[in-house]
């Protein structure tokens, strides 16, 4: 499988514990997205990588949300002292260089805080 | 700030046309793109127009944009119980910062009888 992939597919953690999610991305794409989803929402931009640098972060990313993607290929989401409000999809997505052109979504990560 | 507007539900008797529509808010986007959502899954891109065309045909799908009022639809010819989901409607904002990401609407549920 060539897509975009997400681990783990679900994750369910109390409150005030510390989750990572994991993404790999299509292997020649340099630009990685992240975004979250609540029910009955569409997806929220978070953040945004090119290559290794992280060129954009929304306001949605407080500062218990750290990013990273050390070597430009895959990337890792980790949520510290999680929230119930945390609780949601977390996609990550991916596309080749260029202006636009489409945009390749994993299958997400699940979380649920209690 | 950029908003993506979208009906929540639509209802279609299997072998009907159905027509998903779609307001956007940002006059300089480049592409708009419709995405698919089945239950648990990620999403998948549908089709997408750059904001030079007024048409867009692939298939069973015809995209039709009016830039002028800012108005992107989606028509699914003979919808079948297969194109049940939640379909939406996204756009390029200009953000100035060059991460083209995706701004999204609530999506519509689309629920086909048989």
């Known amino acids: 499988d060539t897509g975009v992939s997400q681990d783990p597919r679900h994750k369910i953690t109390k409150r005030g514990q510390n989750v990572t999610f994991r993404c790999d991305p299509i292997?020649?794409?340099?630009?990685l997205y992240w975004y979250r989803q609540t029910l009955g929402q569409g997806p929220e931009f978070l953040t945004y990588f090119q290559n290794e640098a992280q060129l954009e972060k929304s306001r949605l990313l407080s500062d218990r949300f750290s990013a990273e993607r050390p070597k430009g290929s895959f990337s890792t989401l980790e949520i510290q002292r999680t929230e119930q409000g945390d609780s949601a999809m977390y996609l990550c997505?991916?596309?080749?260089?260029?202006?636009?052109?489409?945009?390749?979504f994993g299958e997400g990560s699940r979380l649920t805080v209690l | 700030g950029e908003d993506v507007e979208q009906s929540l539900f639509l209802s279609v008797r299997e072998g009907d046309s159905s027509v998903i529509n779609c307001t956007y808010t940002?006059?300089?986007?480049?592409?708009l793109y419709w995405y698919k959502q089945e239950p648990g899954a990620g999403l998948q891109l549908l089709t997408y127009?750059?904001?030079?065309?007024d048409m867009k045909q692939d298939q069973r799908l015809t995209v039709l944009l009016n830039k002028k009022d800012k108005h992107l639809s989606l028509r699914i010819a003979d919808t079948q119980t297969g194109d049940s989901a939640i379909y939406f409607c996204a756009e390029i904002p200009y953000s100035g910062a060059g991460s083209y990401q995706l701004t999204f609407g609530k999506g519509t549920k689309l629920s086909v009888i048989p």
């Open positions: 127009i750059f904001s030079n065309m």
């Open positions: 292997s020649e794409h340099n630009r």
């Open positions: 997505a991916s596309r080749d260089r260029g202006d636009a052109g489409e945009l390749f």
């Open positions: 940002d006059s300089s986007s480049t592409y």
